[in-house]
């Protein structure tokens, strides 16, 4: 099913509908370009990291500069789609350079190139999570980074009490009819993990659950939405255009926003459809 008339230029764009959610095989680049100016709220999406992962057509074997010339493509473009309180929510790792194993700080990288492209950072969201391998010859990463960048430093949407958790302090007078407490930007280790912003990686176990073993990285759902509860209303547009797997799109049709993701291999067309569908409207994760 196509219907591209809410989001191209072009009509000839395909795009593949699932009720609110929506998909375009093809580069991401192009297809932004060819969108209409000011026309997503929230875009919340995660580039390959050039670890070499096995990701289909896209060769995630680059140089860093490669690298940083698809985050300054995909900077530019999305600029001129976001609306002017928009926000753009970049997740990156560090990683170890390939040759010297020196970590290098996607995060620090990415900043650079938004702040060039006239973006200011909101915040920088420590994302924690546990099921990952363990380092021999250094320390285990368990962290990446949610660079949230708005348009307008002096207008976005922030839904604080959208996403408000429990407050620590119990049985206090003072907090008698409060709605709860700001999230902040990492995970507090005397809390439940759904607190705060503790979310493990969907590991192999779940992903064969679901069956979900072709594609190599998979992000929670649950993160997801609440970055989308943070920064969107119901019936906003949701941008992912490394889409992956599909995994916002999902969280966009549990949160009643409309989504939009582009997807360079046109062999993860099942995956998404089938996670959209399944998925959609119960939390697996």
């Known amino acids: 099913m196509s219907n591209n008339s809410m989001f191209f230029k072009d009509k000839k764009i395909k795009v593949n509908t699932i009720g609110n959610c929506h998909y375009v095989i093809g580069d991401c680049i192009s297809n932004m370009n060819e969108m209409t100016p000011k026309s997503v709220n929230t875009i919340v999406t995660s580039p ?55 970590i290098i700080p996607l995060d620090a990288l990415a900043y650079f190139i938004f702040k060039r492209n006239g973006y200011a950072l909101r915040n920088s969201i420590v994302w924690h999570f546990n099921n990952m391998q363990n380092c021999t010859n250094r320390l285990s990463g368990r962290w990446e980074s949610i ?35 700001n999230p902040t930007d990492t995970w507090n280790f005397d809390l439940p993990e759904s607190d705060f912003w503790y979310f493990d990686r969907v590991n192999n176990m779940t992903k064969n659950k ?5 594609h190599p ?22 941008l992912d255009p490394f889409l992956g ?5 999902v969280a966009v049709r549990k949160q009643d926003r409309v989504g939009i993701g582009f997807e360079l291999d046109e062999r993860y067309s099942e995956i998404i459809e089938k996670r959209i569908i399944n998925e959609g409207n119960t939390s697996l994760f």
């Open 210 to 214: 679901l069956g979900l073993t072709e």
């Open 147 to 181: 660079l949230w960048f708005v348009k307008d430093i002096n207008n976005y949407q922030f839904n604080l009490d959208d996403i408000r958790i429990p407050y620590i302090t119990k049985n206090d007078k003072r907090l008698e009819g409060g709605t709860g407490r």
């Open 245 to 249: 797997s599909g995994t916002t799109l």
């Open 48 to 102: 390959p990291y050039n670890l070499d992962k096995k990701y289909g057509k896209y060769d995630d074997n680059r140089t860093f500069e490669e690298w940083e010339m698809l985050i300054d493509q995909t900077a530019k473009a999305a600029k001129n789609i976001l609306k002017d309180n928009g926000s753009f929510f970049l997740n990156v790792s560090p990683i170890p350079d390939k040759k010297t194993k020196e």
């Open 217 to 238: 990285c998979i992000y929670p759902t649950p993160m997801i939405e609440r970055i989308i509860k943070m920064t969107t209303q119901k019936g906003d547009v949701v």
